[in-house]
């Protein structure tokens, strides 16, 4: 079997290694396993934005990896314009440094444990839009990548991308968060249905029922996390908001 028809083989098996894992999570796990192997790399990590800073952009978060990776890498996010991989988001361009210290981008590396290897790192793009990047280094600083790999890593990152959006897609379908969608634009439309007045029992159903249907919607803990801390923020603005035109009508 020739080498291209390997790497065809490995391709066409990356849509199949996420969609049949029970959450997104898992599948990029093994997806960065195959892609360190492919690319005879070292180490793989796969990060999603997530998070809004004050000045608008998204931090970096680890989603997935394989090989060894600090626990501190999963802890504490990328902030914007703070890393090579944030270079990457920002640029929407695939990068390859066979000498991380000797870069322009050496100022951007993270961890000191990269050293001198080489290091690569390609956007993850959905519906024309970057949502996080995956990254390969080798392990010692005399093994070097080559431009035929930083475009096999840019082949895994466009079926990587594609992958989350049909994963999101279909596990969004078999939600019956849609159906409640449907039921409370029904009800904004005038169709009124009872509702228990008590709001300590609202915030458990609404609680349970947020992580439950995220859970069968394919999201793992950390990207449930993440949604929940956007959402209550959101909440916070809104709130805000509406003090603000209260207090506007009060003054009237």
Same mark, same amino acid.
Do not use: W
């Given at each position: ?21 029970? #959450?997104?999570?898992? =599948? ?15 180490? *793989? ?17 680890? *989603? ?15 902030? +914007?314009?703070?890393?090579?991989? *944030?270079?990457? @988001? ?14 322009? @981008? ?16 390609? +956007? ?5 839009? @970057? ?8 392990? #010692? ?27 999101? %897609?279909?596990? %969004? ?10 039921? %409370?634009?029904?009800?904004?439309? =005038?169709?009124?249905?009872?509702? #228990? +007045?008590? +709001? ?53």
């Amino acid at each position: 079997m020739t080498v291209d028809r390997i790497v065809v083989e490995e391709l066409s098996g990356i849509t199949k290694l996420i969609e049949q894992k029970p #959450t997104l999570e898992d =599948g990029l796990r093994d997806l960065a396993a195959l892609a360190a192997r492919s690319l005879g790399a070292a180490r *793989c990590s796969v990060m999603l934005l997530s998070g809004v800073e004050d000045n608008g952009k998204q931090n970096l978060k680890v *989603c997935s990896h394989f090989g060894d990776l600090p626990d501190a890498a999963y802890q504490v996010p990328a902030k +914007p314009d703070s890393s090579i991989a *944030c270079h990457v @988001v920002s640029t929407g361009e695939a990068l390859l440094v066979n000498d991380v210290q000797a870069s322009p @981008v050496a100022s951007l590396a993270r961890q000191s444990s990269l050293g001198g290897v080489a290091f690569m790192s390609a +956007p993850i793009i959905t519906a024309e839009r @970057v949502i996080g990047v995956i990254n390969v280094s080798r392990k #010692t600083p005399d093994e070097r990548f080559s431009t035929a790999d930083l475009e096999l890593l840019k082949l895994f990152s466009l079926f990587v991308g594609k992958s989350i959006h049909v994963f999101q %897609l279909e596990k %969004l379908s078999e939600s019956r968060l849609l159906q409640m969608a449907q039921v %409370l634009d029904a009800r904004e439309s =005038g169709s009124e249905g009872p509702i #228990t +007045p008590d +709001p300590a029992r609202i915030a458990k159903i609404v609680a349970k029922s947020f992580y439950r249907e995220l859970s069968l919607a394919g999201f793992g803990p950390n990207a449930i996390i993440a949604v929940a801390t956007e959402v209550l923020g959101q909440l916070n603005e809104n709130l805000q908001m509406h003090r603000e035109r209260i207090e506007r009508s009060d003054k009237d």
